[in-house]
């Protein structure tokens, strides 16, 4: 049996307004709450809602053989409460469903695990909270930020309770080996899932490239290429065809005009035809699985992010690293002082996406990073972000002095 994965990626930060060192040690907020009101109302219109509505009515029809996953972070969540309500109300009315699984993650998607056990562990145990209690559902499934995954997290995510974990389904790990088995984390004791990427990259960004060589990709085309893929097993075992991607996808990355509705619209009718395939959750594996799966040891962080697939998304120039270094020294004085009126602001800071923007790479990859980024260049995006931790250590230093 093919068991197809749908997995979403829910996110999107709180963007830095232009903050300069004339704002350092003044009252302002470090938010641009203009711009993020904007991008929430446009992403929901365009992607969001039409979306919810769309995979509500597949759940329907296909009276629960149609099942996908999210993780949602808390920083979307907490902006959805504020800028749009209704797409909120939309998530929740999918959780009813019983159709959807919702996932661990960073409450912030923030790059934590790299920096701080306890604060990883923290954002971790807060994002859930948020999950039980917004959607009704306990994750037992950890996906961490951008997919980044080495052999240490499988340690925490057994430590919190889950039992199946995310990864990017790269070579530079697998070797040999392919992504559509399920695997053990390199101590046998969680299940771990790896991202199809080639096929999932096909929806999430070749999807309208009218360069790409298999352009237009119609649903027969890639229901084609997924009737191919069980002919690597030759004894009967499950395998399950992970397709992990942005939920900007549809509508907001790929353009409504571009047919990606359509697509997912057909993509389960084509599917569930076939009696070797079904759609499942991450979860189901831990049922599905009557076999002991091979262990995989990921000694080195892998994300899904640019074609290196490591941490240089956001770690790569001395801007990035200065600035996360120095995010990271200033939570932890932060802590130390007990500055709680200071902490969600902070917290807000290790976001990924901060230092993201900061990439200074060339090509295919550098093209995305502008995409994504609200500054013009990554100079500025950096500017913003010292300036702000410049302002938090200022009042760090205000309270130091008065406490004297």
Same mark, same amino acid.
């Given at each position: 049996?093919?068991?197809?994965?749908?997995?979403?990626?829910?996110?999107?930060?709180?963007?830095? =307004?232009n903050?300069?060192?004339?704002?350092v040690?003044?009252?302002?907020?470090?938010f641009?709450?203009?711009?993020?009101?904007?991008?929430?109302? =446009?992403?929901?219109?365009?992607?969001?809602?039409?979306?919810?509505?769309?995979?509500?009515k597949?759940?329907?029809?296909?009276?629960?053989?149609f099942?996908?996953?999210?993780?949602?972070?808390?920083?979307?969540?907490?902006q959805?409460?504020?800028y749009?309500?209704?797409?909120?109300?939309?998530?929740?009315?999918?959780?009813k469903?019983?159709?959807?699984?919702f996932?661990?993650?960073?409450?912030y998607?923030?790059?934590?695990?790299?920096?701080?056990?306890?604060?990883?562990?923290?954002?971790?145990?807060?994002?859930?909270?948020?999950?039980?209690?917004?959607?009704?559902?306990?994750?037992?499934?950890?996906?961490?930020?951008?997919?980044?995954?080495?052999?240490?997290?499988?340690?925490?995510?057994?430590?919190?309770?889950?039992?199946?974990?995310?990864?990017?389904?790269a070579?530079?790990?697998?070797?040999?080996?392919?992504?559509?088995?399920?695997?053990?984390?390199?101590?046998?004791?969680?299940f771990?899932?790896?991202?199809?990427?080639?096929?999932?990259?096909?929806?999430?960004?070749?999807?309208?490239?009218?360069?790409?060589?298999?352009?237009?990709?119609?649903?027969?085309?890639?229901?084609?290429w997924i009737?191919?893929?069980?002919?690597?097993?030759?004894?009967?075992?499950?395998?399950?065809?992970?397709?992990?991607?942005?939920?900007?996808?549809f509508?907001?990355?790929?353009?409504?005009?571009?047919?990606?509705?359509?697509?997912?619209?057909?993509?389960?009718?084509?599917l569930?035809?076939?009696?070797?395939?079904?759609?499942a959750?991450?979860?189901?594996?831990?049922?599905?699985?009557?076999?002991?799966?091979e262990r995989?040891?990921?000694?080195q962080p892998?994300?899904?992010?640019?074609?290196?697939?490591?941490?240089?998304?956001?770690?790569?120039?001395?801007?990035?690293?200065?600035?996360?270094?120095?995010?990271?020294?200033?939570?932890?004085?932060v802590?130390?002082?007990g500055?709680?009126?200071?902490?969600?602001?902070?917290?807000?800071?290790?976001?990924?996406?901060?230092?993201?923007?900061?990439?200074?790479?060339?090509?295919?990859?550098?093209?995305?990073?502008?995409y994504?980024?609200?500054?013009?260049?990554?100079?500025?995006?950096?500017?913003?972000?010292?300036?702000?931790?410049?302002?938090?250590?200022?009042?760090?230093?205000?309270?130091e002095i008065?406490?004297?």
């Amino acid at each position: 049996m093919l068991h197809v994965i749908f997995y979403f990626q829910v996110h999107q930060p709180y963007r830095l =307004r232009n903050f300069n060192v004339f704002d350092v040690g003044g009252k302002g907020d470090y938010f641009n709450n203009v711009l993020n009101r904007e991008i929430i109302e =446009r992403v929901s219109q365009k992607s969001y809602l039409p979306t919810n509505n769309l995979l509500l009515k597949l759940i329907e029809k296909y009276e629960g053989r149609f099942r996908i996953s999210f993780s949602v972070t808390g920083t979307l969540v907490e902006q959805l409460g504020l800028y749009s309500p209704e797409t909120l109300k939309s998530f929740m009315e999918l959780a009813k469903t019983g159709c959807v699984e919702f996932m661990g993650e960073t409450y912030y998607h923030s790059l934590a695990f790299l920096f701080g056990k306890e604060e990883f562990i923290f954002q971790v145990r807060k994002h859930r909270k948020m999950v039980e209690e917004l959607f009704g559902f306990s994750p037992v499934v950890f996906r961490n930020t951008e997919l980044i995954y080495q052999d240490e997290i499988a340690d925490i995510a057994e430590e919190e309770g889950f039992r199946v974990v995310l990864a990017e389904g790269a070579e530079k790990v697998l070797g040999h080996r392919s992504p559509l088995y399920p695997y053990k984390t390199y101590n046998g004791r969680l299940f771990l899932l790896l991202k199809y990427y080639r096929l999932s990259d096909d929806i999430a960004f070749r999807f309208s490239d009218r360069g790409w060589i298999e352009y237009p990709l119609t649903v027969d085309k890639f229901v084609n290429w997924i009737d191919k893929l069980p002919l690597i097993e030759k004894e009967g075992r499950d395998l399950f065809l992970n397709l992990f991607m942005d939920y900007e996808t549809f509508g907001e990355h790929q353009w409504e005009e571009s047919g990606i509705f359509r697509f997912l619209e057909k993509l389960p009718e084509e599917l569930l035809v076939r009696d070797f395939i079904s759609f499942a959750w991450p979860s189901d594996v831990i049922e599905i699985v009557k076999y002991e799966p091979e262990r995989i040891s990921f000694p080195q962080p892998v994300s899904w992010a640019d074609m290196e697939r490591d941490l240089s998304a956001w770690l790569a120039n001395e801007m990035q690293q200065n600035a996360t270094v120095t995010l990271y020294e200033i939570l932890e004085k932060v802590h130390a002082m007990g500055a709680d009126d200071l902490m969600e602001s902070i917290r807000k800071l290790t976001t990924s996406d901060h230092v993201y923007y900061m990439s200074t790479k060339y090509f295919q990859d550098g093209d995305v990073h502008k995409y994504f980024s609200p500054y013009g260049t990554p100079e500025e995006a950096y500017i913003y972000f010292l300036n702000a931790l410049s302002d938090v250590r200022e009042k760090l230093r205000r309270r130091e002095i008065h406490e004297i």
